[in-house]
């Protein structure tokens, strides 16, 4: 059916498509009248709320008939103690998807250019179409690279000119799970003209182990045109509240929160967040198991002979060297949802969330069984 009010749609929102999310577990339901789902498609942390944020959570409920704290004080407070800056440098957002947005409604408009990576996170091409203005893609590394399919830096600068307002960087990247370690990292930031805003997304962060990846949060005050994004949707295990944050130049917190919504972050998530980042205990052994079970999967997809990209996340990117569509479908038959990344260009892979043992065992089983029926 036409759309005859597409006639009447900016430019840069004309032609957009809708963010494509992992399949719900409702859904699923619906349509294949299936039970006992495993859904391992959304990189969520299947371990759910900790006690802490649970509890938090029930000390709200008497306070939903009153508006949210606008300002966020005490999650500001909390999130400015934990990085060590002022609460001026922060902006809350609806999840850190909001605050990528706000900076290209922010700094974007048609004429002027972002940069990112093959590969990257789809949000950022959407909030930079949005914009009208214009994505310069930099090719991603190849699969023979120590980070497959990870950003080229050097193909990324080599994009950057004068109507360049925004890069944006995933440190780990999704849907790829690869990283940059910190001196690469910074000489990249470094080296930004001051107008070139370097958005650094760090939704993934707290998984990464490896002593050489850098806490970018701590470089804002040296590097004023940097902002940094993080989210409670992941470790934290918040994606239901939507909650996320970006740290930057006190300016910059300015202009974004003059552009963002009132009351963007609700009561109950914003109690949550503060709950959560009190609760060490929770996030250490959330993202202990997290990593023990990526090393099992990653073992399991390897007795299987499928290629995949060596991740620091809670997600592994498999190929299974064909379009993998046919996978994907035949194991939403079998109770478990993993995640098509055919719309981020790779056809023949599949993302697949770290669940828990039981969910993990449940996927190996399913998969292999797929795998020795469609013959390999």
């Not at 009010?5 to 577990?25: A, D, F, M, S, W």
């Not at 859904?27 to 959304?42: F, N, P, T």
């Not at 900790?50 to 029930?58: D, M």
């Not at 999130?79 to 902006?91: D, K, S």
Request: with cysteine; hydrophobic share 40%; aromatic share 8%.
């Amino acid at each position: 059916m036409s759309n005859k009010y597409l006639e009447l749609t900016v430019p840069g929102v004309r032609g957009l498509h809708p963010y494509q999310p992992g399949k719900p577990i409702s859904e699923l339901e619906r349509e294949y009248g299936v039970s006992d789902i495993v859904k391992l498609a959304s990189n969520e942390n299947p371990t759910g709320p900790g006690p802490l944020v649970r509890q938090a959570i029930e000390r709200t409920l008497d306070d939903l008939a009153r508006y949210p704290d606008a300002n966020g004080f005490a999650l500001k407070g909390a999130l400015a103690r934990r990085h060590g800056v002022p609460a001026e440098c922060i902006t809350l957002g609806n999840g850190s998807n909001d605050v990528l947005v706000l900076l290209a409604e922010a700094f974007l408009q048609p004429g002027l250019e972002a940069v990112h990576s093959q590969f990257a996170f789809a949000v950022y091409p959407l909030a930079i179409q949005a914009a009208g203005a214009a994505a310069r893609v930099a090719p991603a590394l190849s699969w023979e690279e120590p980070q497959p399919l990870g950003h080229d830096l050097t193909a990324m600068g080599g994009m950057v000119g004068e109507k360049t307002r925004l890069v944006f960087i995933a440190n780990p990247n999704n849907p790829t799970g690869t990283w940059i370690d910190g001196e690469s990292l910074e000489n990249f930031v470094s080296s930004m003209p001051d107008d070139t805003l370097v958005v650094i997304d760090e939704a993934y962060s707290e998984y990464v182990e490896d002593p050489t990846y850098p806490d970018c949060v701590s470089w804002v005050e040296r590097y004023p045109n940097l902002i940094v994004t993080r989210t409670f949707s992941k470790a934290f295990g918040l994606a239901g509240l939507r909650i996320g944050y970006a740290v930057s130049h006190p300016g910059i917190a300015d202009i974004l929160n003059r552009l963002r919504q009132p009351f963007n972050v609700n009561t109950v998530a914003q109690e949550a967040a503060v709950a959560a980042l009190a609760d060490e205990h929770y996030l250490t052994s959330s993202v202990r198991m997290n990593n023990s079970e990526r090393v099992r999967l990653t073992d399991a997809f390897t007795a299987l002979e499928l290629r995949q990209v060596p991740s620091v996340c809670n997600f592994v990117l498999v190929d299974f060297d064909r379009p993998a569509g046919s996978v994907y479908e035949a194991l939403l038959r079998k109770s478990v949802i993993v995640r098509p990344v055919a719309n981020y260009g790779l056809p023949d892979c599949l993302r697949i969330s770290i669940g828990t043992p039981d969910e993990n065992e449940r996927l190996i089983s399913a998969l292999t069984e797929v795998l020795t029926e469609s013959g390999g």
